[in-house]
């Protein structure tokens, strides 16, 4: 099992960044994908799910901003954030929900 993420860097508050992670050696259609973030000197936190039929959820603190979704021809998974804050900045992490495997994420960063 393996994920890469990309997409990440530097944007002002109120910029938008679009995530990407691609996973492999598992069956990318039928998992449930979920999306984490990591600040620094706090603990890892969930941010969305993506579900194999394209159903979503979110933690409160980015409804509304942010976008999840997967192209599972792809075997990609997929983070639209908009409106961003400093506080979002985090490593941003994907993983298929069981899994025990975590890729070396890609880091966002909100400032001005």
């Known amino acids: 099992v393996h994920f890469v993420e990309s997409g990440g860097g530097l944007v002002q508050p109120g910029g938008s960044l679009r995530l990407s992670c691609a996973g492999s050696?598992?069956?990318?259609?039928?998992?449930?994908m979920t999306w984490h973030r990591q600040a620094p000197g706090k603990a890892r936190e969930w941010v969305a799910t993506v579900a194999p039929g394209g159903a979503t959820f979110y933690v409160d603190s980015v409804k509304g901003r942010f976008t999840g979704s997967r192209d599972n021809a792809k075997n990609e998974v997929y983070l639209q954030m908009n409106s961003l804050k400093p506080a979002d900045t985090a490593v941003y992490y994907c993983?298929?929900?069981?899994?025990?495997?975590w890729g070396q994420g890609t880091q966002v960063t909100v400032s001005s």
């Open positions: 050696g598992f069956s990318f259609s039928d998992a449930i």
């Open positions: 993983q298929a929900y069981g899994s025990t495997t």
